[in-house]
């Protein structure tokens, strides 16, 4: 069994050495394919899915496949934990005044894909293709959750006896995630050629740079570390924070389920145990953290940062390299629709709401939020590297501070673990109403509010 573990480990390096050269060929260097994308794909092709079908000397055992396909749903717990560890935290007026735009927009985007899948469902794919009323909650799980979400959401597809709906989340977090980048790179060149990425003048830069200084002056103040230097032991302390942090999510949830197992759920009602760990996970970071604090010892955010990282590259890289490919002869009509939908929606986010909502710099803004919603933080974080890779405009800040207002409810947070049991305890019809009236309501924040405000 060592033996078997090793090799898989070995596979598995092979597979990131073979994306890291992959993602560098000329063509799709141009396209910023990260390395976990590209490696998954390699696995891909040489699985049961492709080679075992048309080129069967050339797969990788099955066997191994099967070790893979466990990895992303632990991966997925380990970087909630840490999701807020080290972040820098500021009074909520401050962060509000930074980042409300980039909030107002991010959640009308995440509200509208409930909405529009939710028309979808009801409309068409429930009604005329058979499928549950869970499909609706599919769109804003792959789109903004992305294949980690999809992971750590596994226990509730099963549950739910929703396997159907798992394959089709992955294949959507994929085909987003090389969309996202595909057309981000595409709406970043027209950008230039039209004029629409300014960084402002002198005047408007140098107040940025002193905005930026006094926020990183109040942080240290505060005891938050920019440390950058990589130790063994800053790695040890931090891999048992943040297994500290999954332990008290555990913890949370096992005595949630005790509770609800005493209370309603003698009865056969069931909610919170649908409710995936990784979302309890996030709360036991930041208590974990609480208490480091308390033992006088230092969270070091790079080093989070660099540990979610590493996990997230492994994590994209298994869920899919082991997805499976019949959704595409079953359910492909269904793919197709949800896709369609998704893209249209977050492109009309960006060209019809986003110049209305951000005053300043409406662009850089809108690429951020624009790479989060269809791929990954990392993707978004790429694309204000592009548009301002001397951060002129303060964009990276207000999409930091943006997340501490977003993550824990959208995009893999709360409502979106709960989205599914939600909708099977209220109804469909019911749950789509709920989530327009709250896009309208961070639509007109959006556009009335941050869009007048001078």
Known sequence: MLETYITATLLLVGAVVGGYVLARLPLVRRLFIPTSLAAGVLLLVFGPQVAGKYFPEMQIPTEFYEMWSVLPKYMITLVFA?????KPLLSFKKMWRLAGPQVAFGQTVAWGQYVIAGILTLCIITPLLGMPAFTAALLEISFEGGHGTVAGMTPVFHDLDFETGRQIAT???TAS?????????????????AGHIKTG?????????????????????????????VTF???????????LGVGIGWVMHQGI??????????EGHKFFAYVPLFT???????VAQFIWHKLRLKVVREMVELISTLTLTLLIMAAIGTMSLEFLVSDGLVFILLYGAGVLWILF????????????????????????GMGMTATGLLFAQMVDPKNKTNVVEAFGYKQLMFEPLMGGGIVTALSMPIIMTVGLPLFTAVCAGIMVFWLLVGLLYFGRKK
Do not use: C, D
């Open 177 to 193: 995630l090389v969309s996202a980048l595909v057309i981000g790179v595409i709406l970043i060149n027209w950008g230039r050629r």
């Open 201 to 229: 003048g002198p005047v408007r830069v140098a107040r940025n740079k002193v905005y930026y200084h006094t926020i990183v002056a109040e942080l240290r103040k505060k005891g938050v570390s920019f440390r950058r230097v």
């Open 257 to 266: 389920l005790q509770l609800e197992a005493q209370l309603w759920g003698r």
């Open 233 to 243: 032991r800053t790695l040890t302390s931090h891999l048992i924070l943040l297994g």
């Open 280 to 286: 309890f996970a996030m709360f036991g970071g930041m």
């Open 171 to 173: 294949g959507l977090a």
């Open 82 to 86: 840490g999701l807020f560890m080290g």
């Open 349 to 372: 986010a960006f060209f019809g709401l986003a110049r209305r909502m951000f005053r300043r710099y409406w662009f850089q803004n809108a690429i951020v939020s624009f790479g989060q």
